[in-house]
């Protein structure tokens, strides 16, 4: 009769058990978290919860943590490295802007009306949120109407994003020849990485010809025919020309990690380059999980270290990393002109107390920090010396510059930043400068604490 002998210098109880299962997973914790390559501040976030919960932290680390997925990267490099093999890098040049930002959101909504019933072969539209209301379900019945008509249809919604949409919008313009898929999903063994990662790009392309990109989603919040209260203070671009064919790779590249679908199959669309169509200059930029680096960030960067005169920021939340953040002071107190236009109050409470700290330091650096107070402020510009402009989906926060997936482009053109200086100076005339009576709370002990903890929180936000 063979008789085990335990070989262990300790007795194999549930005691010991117990204790091993915690130190593993608080490993894990720890492993996954330096791997990341995150901040010290974020790292050290997560120590009380690795002492007094390591369990409960393995799960969410193992669902939501990470930063960067090497193996997406590689396949998103491949398709790029293919485009460029068909046709040759995209240039800058040649391109044609329009700014989309009127108060109600209508002209938005119906360039994108006019580009969907205007597309000849193809219409490839991305989005974070498509609300099952009035927009959403007008947008959907024109691309089941161009789909049924033989073009080619492909809608691709965030996971998270568009939560509450129904399914059968999607099933029915699937049912009239269209494509649909979500990305990302957050139910384990569906998704593909962290379900922290979310595609916040809004990109619609026509025909690789023609590009419609900002931060508004498809949804009444966000544009409609008739000005709304409700409606957050918004605005995209349209660019026709090779920028457009930058967007499409950038489309395509997401479509074939969502739907696993081969990247060879979308051969002749990598080798479209459009005709020139104007004479703006502009570079898009990719950034999230699926990139090496953090290019957006490091073009931020750039633009920030070689500012001569002038910085204006417009976002809806302001919680940079501590690098950037540091650049911007130094930026204000070399006597750069640093502008930050945020909205008095965002739809989201703790960004808006994490946000204060860092407000209050650029003000005393010598920034010009402005309040809008009508609407939600929603835009998200980046303005350096007057030269450069740069566009997208990404907000100024932890979360857009190191964990979504964001689109933006870099445009130099002197017709497209008169129309947005234009945008901002009339945000600026419904804003008020940063006062300390406008956070009198924050000098209270309560006031204090609640900002702390908010600015701790903020690279998880």
């Known amino acids: 009769m063979l008789v085990w002998t335990n070989p262990l210098p300790f007795a194999l109880d549930a005691e010991n058990l117990w204790l091993g299962l915690r130190l593993l997973a608080g490993l894990f914790v720890i492993i996954r978290v330096v791997r990341a390559r995150v901040t010290l501040s974020y790292a050290l976030l997560w120590v009380p919860a690795v002492l007094f919960f390591p369990l409960i932290t ?3 680390i193992f669902l939501f943590g990470g930063r960067k997925h090497s193996a997406l990267a590689k396949a998103k490099q491949g398709i790029m490295a293919s485009a460029r093999r068909l046709a040759g890098p995209v240039t800058p040049s040649g391109n044609a802007f329009r700014m ?3 108060r109600a959101g209508r002209d938005t909504l119906e360039a994108l009306e006019a580009e969907i019933l205007a597309a000849r072969h193809r219409i490839h539209i991305s989005t974070y949120i498509l609300s099952p209301d009035a927009v959403g379900r007008e947008i959907r019945s024109l691309l089941v109407r ?8 492909r809608l691709l919604v965030d996971a998270v994003g568009s939560w509450g949409t129904p399914m059968r919008l999607g099933r029915t313009l699937v049912k009239a020849g269209g494509q649909v898929a979500r990305f990302n999903p957050v139910l384990p063994m569906q998704g593909k990485g962290s379900a922290n990662w979310r595609n916040h790009r809004k990109i619609a392309v026509f025909d690789g010809q023609v590009a419609i990109i900002g931060g508004q989603n498809l949804g009444l919040a966000y544009m ?3 000005p709304s209260n409700r409606r957050f203070r918004d605005c995209s671009f349209r660019l026709a020309g090779p920028a457009a064919a930058a967007l499409e790779q950038v489309f395509i590249a997401d479509w074939c990690q969502a739907t696993d679908t081969d990247p060879a199959t979308f051969a002749d669309l990598l080798h479209n ?3 020139p169509q104007g004479e703006a200059d502009v570079d898009v930029i990719a950034s999230g999980p699926d990139c090496v680096n953090d290019p957006l960030w490091e073009k931020y960067v750039a633009l920030i270290e070689n500012a001569r005169v002038s910085l204006t920021i417009v976002t809806p939340y302001f919680v940079p990393d501590k690098a950037l953040f540091r650049l911007l002071v130094a930026a204000a107190a070399k006597g750069r002109r640093v ?3 945020v909205p008095r109050r965002s739809d989201h409470r703790l960004l808006d107390f994490a946000r204060r700290w860092y407000l209050r330091q650029l003000k005393e650096a010598g920034a010009e920090i402005l309040f809008f107070k009508p609407d939600v402020l929603h835009a998200k510009l980046f303005i350096a010396d007057d030269e450069s402009l740069v566009i997208g989906s990404a907000n100024l926060d932890m979360r857009s510059l190191f964990l979504n997936y964001e689109i933006a482009a870099v445009v130099r053109d002197p017709a497209a930043l008169t129309a947005v200086k234009s945008f901002v100076a009339s945000l600026e005339a419904e804003s008020t400068p940063y006062s300390e009576d406008l956070y009198r709370r924050s000098r209270t002990w309560r ?6 903890i908010s600015k701790t929180l903020a690279p998880l936000l």
């Open 58 to 60: 393995a799960a969410v």
């Open 146 to 153: 161009r789909a049924r008509e033989g073009i080619e249809v």
């Open 100 to 102: 989309l930002g009127d």
């Open 273 to 275: 380059r459009p005709a």
């Open 224 to 226: 409609g025919r008739e």
């Open 339 to 341: 502008r930050v236009l």
């Open 447 to 452: 006031g204090r604490m609640i900002e702390a």
